[in-house]
């Protein structure tokens, strides 16, 4: 896990502020570019701030909600990350706003970089209030704190997965070659890469990262089709582990099957059924209905390009060869946070 948070990180950031930032640190105001999302510094705030943003939400449940307001930036990790990231992409967004503030969205040349600052800047247009460097680097925290925790559990899972059982190395290996042959890096690469899409899936359905989801409150009594009666205040939620494992969605669900999504999809008229970035009743990692995940999609395209890079880059295995436990805390479930694996580069 300490591996793998940085790798999502620099991943994210990668499209969250670019390869190449700007800023105007240089002397006499000329622009100066360097790598803010490779900085260790930056990577180690983003993801110290992905860890803290749970933690802090655990203690202040603990406190009365009249004094949540007080307590939160006293002793929450918010206002203090905000800081540090402010030193890091605060001459970046002031000299996008600038540039913005000049041009609008078309840029000389078009030199506009097209990734989350500039999509936020389209956003916040005609919001003075938002278009700020202090609300944007807000944005940009709560934004890798979406993408860097959830993304970092759903592929150390996959990881352990493929760990111990490494008789699915080859077949994936070889698909990942063929179409990255045939399509290069692209999207539609990943598109085509059906087996690992399966795995993936595969992997999330055997432990979706916690026994209950779709955590939901009454906010009045609320009363059921079939008579059943919720009381105002009430939380509800479903079962996801069960559903996820239950013979009646799932052939043999409680045994890992990494490609049992790539043979449905096999079928006829079911070609883009069973995807992963597919929310269904038998499948809620991403939720389900209008409150579906609408980052699943970055989340799992992020996913399968990290994994495709380690299966084709290296070779790897468990120590002992046994996949290591989750950890678990109540209804929450976790990857192993200190398990090993070993790699070894490939000739």
């Known amino acids: 896990m300490q591996t793998i948070l940085p790798v999502v990180s620099r991943v ?23 790598t803010v999302g490779r900085d260790p510094e930056y990577i180690k705030i983003t993801t110290q701030f992905a860890r803290d943003v749970t933690t802090d939400a655990m203690w202040l449940h603990l406190v009365p909600s009249f ?20 030193k890091h992409v605060g001459p970046i967004i002031q000299h996008r706003l600038s540039m913005d503030d000049q041009y609008g969205p078309d840029w000389p040349d078009g030199d506009r970089p097209n990734d989350l600052i500039s999509w936020l800047l389209d956003e916040a247009r005609g919001h003075p209030q938002r278009r700020t460097v202090r609300g944007l680097t807000r944005t940009l925290l709560n934004v890798n704190f979406g993408a860097i925790h959830t993304t970092t559990q759903g592929f150390l899972h996959a990881l352990y997965n493929l760990a111990s ?3 699915y190395v080859q077949p ?21 890469m059906v087996k690992l899409d ?24 609320f009363s059921f089709s079939d008579g059943t009666t919720v009381p105002a205040g009430t939380l509800v939620g479903i079962s996801v582990l069960a559903e996820h494992h239950s013979e ?3 052939t043999n669900g409680g045994v890992f099957d990494p490609f049992r999504f790539s043979r449905m999809r096999e079928e006829a008229g079911e070609g883009i059924k069973h995807q992963m970035v597919a929310p269904a009743p038998d499948f809620l990692t991403f939720g389900l209905g209008r409150h579906a995940c609408p980052g699943r999609f970055f989340a799992v395209n ?10 084709l880059t290296y070779d790897l295995k468990l120590k002992d060869g046994v996949r290591p436990e989750d950890e678990w805390v109540s209804i929450m479930g976790g990857a192993n946070t200190t398990a090993e694996v070993m790699f070894k580069k490939r000739r």
């Open 12 to 34: 994210s950031n990668r499209l969250f502020i670019g390869l190449k930032c700007t800023n105007t640190s240089g002397s006499e105001g000329t622009l100066t570019s360097f």
């Open 67 to 86: 004094l949540r307001p007080l307590a939160a930036p006293l002793f929450g990790h918010l206002e203090t990350a905000t800081r540090k990231v402010m």
């Open 165 to 167: 059982n490494l008789e």
């Open 172 to 192: 994936l290996r070889e698909e990942i070659e063929y179409v990255t042959k045939s399509h290069g890096w692209t999207k539609a690469a990943l598109g085509k």
């Open 198 to 221: 399966s795995f993936m899936k595969e992997s999330s359905r055997f432990v979706p990262g916690g026994a209950v989801g779709l955590m939901r409150q009454a906010l009045k009594d």
């Open 248 to 250: 009646a969605n799932y």
């Open 302 to 311: 992020e996913q399968k390009l990290i994994m495709a890079h380690v299966i």
